[in-house]
Structure formats: structure tokens, C-alpha cells
């Protein structure tokens, strides 16, 4: 069993709809969620990350986090165009020199105009 | 404020032949981690180095070595080469221990024929 899965979709939803990115991680031990969204081609782009359980809101964004199922979700309200990437999924520990941190695979997710 | 850079932006080798990536962190980090992306899949970790030291190792071979200067610019070095190691390799930077704030180059795309 991998430590983080994610779904690879490809996930396509017409412009504006709200999206779910979803993933479940099997280590107890990871106290940070981290999404990151990578364009074709490019590096990872952190979004946004979440300290243990609850919601975290940026903008259009919001990553939610349950530790008592070990459920990650990103949730994308007003979804444009150029949300249109992959959404990598990644926990850790507090500190990185005790805990490395795992990815998930990555969902594709491509907005309809 | 540059970013994380890395050279070159690409690379084409033959197997058995060795190569070295170069990254240059974020202004005011000073940790280097590396990772490795296959297609289709998120980053593995491969190492991270800090304070000239290579502070965690993931699960790659000997064949993968780095450094770190003094100026926490970093190396990443395979020996080798493998068909096997085509990917695109990472560059992430980040200050001290904290796990959950990296911030990725855009990557070294290596292709090994």
C-alpha cells in the first residue's frame, strides 16, 4: 500500500463547477498536508498546506484535512481554464530531517470553457 | 525575489554514462531536496542536503550522490546511467527543518537512450 493515493483521473468539469481533489495516506505519524499544482512541463507549484485536522481557505481554494479517516481533500470553487494541471497531493512530518515527505501521484484535472 | 532555479533545462545521455544536475535554491533557504518524477507518477524523494550534509536519504541507489556549497547551491550527480533514470528531476528548497513549505525549480528533464 502506497502512504499517499490519489486518483489519477483525468478529471474534466465545465468552467465554474466546484471540484474535489481527493487523497487518503496511511501514515499516522503525518501532521502536514500539502497540495501543490503542476502545469505540463513544469515544477510543482505549492498551493496551499494544512497543519493537522481542519480547513484552510485561500481564495478559490480550500484544503480540508481528516485525520481520523487520513482523508485530504481540495476543494476549487469558480474553477477557470487555467485551473486546468495537475494536483499533487503530499504529507510530511513537522520537520523534515525525521520525516520525508510523500506524494501522491497526481490527479489531471482539465476545466471545460 | 528569483525563485529556485536549475540547470540545464534538458539533458539527453547515453546509458552507462554519468550526469550532473545543478539547482540553486530560493533566496534565504537553506535546505536542498531533490526528487525524482517519472511520468504519470508525484516526486520521490532522493535526498535532502543541509549545511553541506546529506541530512535523509530515500530509496535510491549509491549510484545518486549529491553536495551542497556553501552558498546552499546543490548538486545532483548519477552515475551509471540507466535507461531506467529517464525523468524529470527536481529541485525543491526550503528554510531549515520545515517540512511543509518547499518551494520546486522547474525541473531538469533527463532522457537516457
Known amino acids: 500500500q502506497k502512504e499517499v493515493e490519489q486518483d489519477p483521473g483525468p478529471l474534466s468539469v465545465p468552467e465554474g463547477a466546484i471540484v474535489s481533489l481527493n487523497c487518503t495516506y496511511s501514515n499516522s505519524a503525518f501532521q502536514y498536508f500539502m497540495w501543490y499544482r503542476q502545469y505540463s512541463r513544469k515544477g510543482p507549484e505549492l498551493l496551499m498546506y494544512?497543519?493537522?485536522?481542519g480547513n484552510k481557505e485561500d481564495g478559490r481554494f480550500t484544503a480540508q484535512v481528516d485525520k481520523s479517516s487520513k482523508y485530504i481533500s481540495l476543494f476549487i470553487r469558480d474553477s477557470q481554464p487555467s485551473d486546468s494541471a495537475t494536483y499533487l497531493c503530499?504529507?510530511?512530518?513537522?520537520?523534515?530531517?525525521?520525516?520525508?515527505?510523500?506524494f501522491g501521484s497526481g490527479t489531471r484535472l482539465s476545466i471545460r470553457p | 525575489d528569483a525563485g529556485v532555479t536549475q540547470s540545464p533545462t534538458h539533458l539527453i545521455k547515453t546509458r552507462g554514462q554519468q550526469v550532473t544536475l545543478r539547482c540553486s535554491p530560493k533566496?534565504?533557504?537553506?535546505?536542498v531536496s531533490w526528487y525524482q518524477q517519472a511520468l504519470g507518477q508525484g516526486p520521490q524523494f532522493i535526498f535532502q542536503?543541509?549545511?553541506?550534509?546529506?541530512?535523509q536519504r530515500g530509496n535510491f541507489p549509491d549510484r545518486f550522490s549529491g553536495h551542497q556549497f556553501p552558498n546552499y547551491s546543490s548538486e545532483l550527480n548519477v552515475n551509471a546511467l540507466l535507461l531506467g533514470d529517464s525523468a524529470l528531476y527536481l529541485c525543491a528548497s526550503s528554510w531549515g527543518d520545515l517540512s511543509y513549505e518547499q518551494y520546486f525549480g522547474p525541473g531538469t528533464r533527463l532522457t537516457v537512450t
Open positions: 494544512t497543519y493537522s485536522s
Open positions: 503530499a504529507s510530511g512530518g513537522l520537520y523534515s530531517s525525521a520525516s520525508k515527505i510523500i
Open positions: 542536503y543541509y549545511e553541506e550534509e546529506e541530512r
Open positions: 533566496s534565504g533557504h537553506d535546505t
